[in-house]
């Protein structure tokens, strides 16, 4: 569930625009995670805009974020890129 979401435009991106999308995952806490994003216009590399998302898993039965913990942080933990 995301809990919180930053998104800074810088250039436009118009109809037709190839668009590369840069996503990864930045930073891994104990109860939440995030996302760094890019947007990249293909034809001149510039940046069309950059986000950070901060997102929790959300355990339904109770309605709280859950630990990241155990197999999943063995999973996650890798793909961490600052």
């Known amino acids: 569930m995301a809990v919180n979401l930053n998104i800074d435009y810088h250039e436009a ?3 037709g625009d190839d668009l ?12 939440s ?7 990249r216009r ?8 950059a986000a950070t998302l901060t997102f929790v898993l959300l355990d339904t039965t109770v309605g709280q974020a859950m630990p990241i913990e155990g197999e999943l942080r063995t999973r ?5 890129i600052e």
């Open 13 to 15: 991106a118009l109809a």
């Open 20 to 31: 590369e999308i840069d996503s990864r995952l930045s930073a891994l806490g104990g109860r």
């Open 33 to 39: 995670a995030k996302m760094h994003q890019r947007i």
């Open 42 to 49: 293909v034809r001149d590399g510039a940046l069309v805009s």
């Open 76 to 80: 996650l933990e890798p793909l961490v």
